[in-house]
T-cell receptor, first 114, second 116 residues
């Protein structure tokens, strides 16, 4: 069974600074994808970024980037130039093979301070 | 384009009662998923529809839960009879049938169920 570990239940960052949210996963599947979702207080899950296990380069999407270390099975999310609107819960969720079922971590609560 | 919508946003019922949650996916999305988050625990997969067919229902907790997707459009998730441990937030998500590169899921805002 897959297991996802997000070791930081809560994080604080100063506005305009960068922050890294950790995620490690445990899967035996050779092919998988990794998603990061953001959940603001409104409750909706918002897709942020995706990394395929065979992608040669780390994924980037605007202010979001992934520090993907396949051998270590980690996919840390880096948010640059934090904004107050980044305050939310962040979830790491791998998906193995063709099954679109996501496996979720407990999430990290990020608070951006002005 | 409308996103995934869920109703009700919050439901409070007593143990033993019945509740039906509804999800309207994004138009044209063949894949529809139900997930649940119980407080303090990970979000858990419940089931996956492809159009009107149940592709994977391995996450359904027990036979008190019944999910349907009439005509491959909206879906309902019925809990009957509800128990205290059913309390949580039920998320619905949808995605395209044909794979985009990422197979991104679009989520609704969730339906919070409180069983007293």
């Amino acid at each position: 069974a897959q297991k996802i570990t997000q070791t930081q239940p809560g994080m604080f960052v100063q506005e305009k600074e960068a922050v890294t949210l950790d995620c490690t996963y445990d899967t035996s599947d050779p092919s998988y994808g990794l998603f990061w979702y953001k959940q603001p207080s409104s409750g909706e899950m918002i897709f942020l970024i995706y990394q395929g296990s065979y992608d040669q380069q780390n994924a980037t999407e605007g202010r979001y980037s992934l520090n993907f270390q396949k051998a270590r099975k980690s996919a840390n999310l880096v948010i640059s130039a934090s904004q107050l609107g980044d305050s939310a819960m962040y979830f790491c969720a791998p998906r193995a093979g063709n099954n679109r079922k996501l496996i979720w971590g407990l999430g990290t609560s990020l608070a951006v301070n002005p | 384009e409308a996103g995934v919508t869920q109703f009700p946003s919050h439901s409070v019922i007593e143990k033993g009662q019945t509740v039906t949650l509804r999800c309207d996916p994004i138009s044209g999305h063949d894949n529809l998923y139900w997930y649940r988050r119980v407080m303090g625990k990970e979000i858990k997969f419940l089931l996956h529809f492809v159009k009107e067919s149940k592709q994977d229902e391995s996450g359904m907790p027990n036979n008190r839960f019944l999910a349907e997707r009439t005509g491959g459009t909206y879906s309902t998730l019925k809990v009957q009879p509800a128990e205290l441990e059913d309390s949580g937030v039920y998320f619905c998500a949808s995605s395209h049938g044909q794979s985009r590169a990422t197979g991104e899921l679009f989520f609704g805002e969730g339906s919070r169920l409180t069983v007293l």
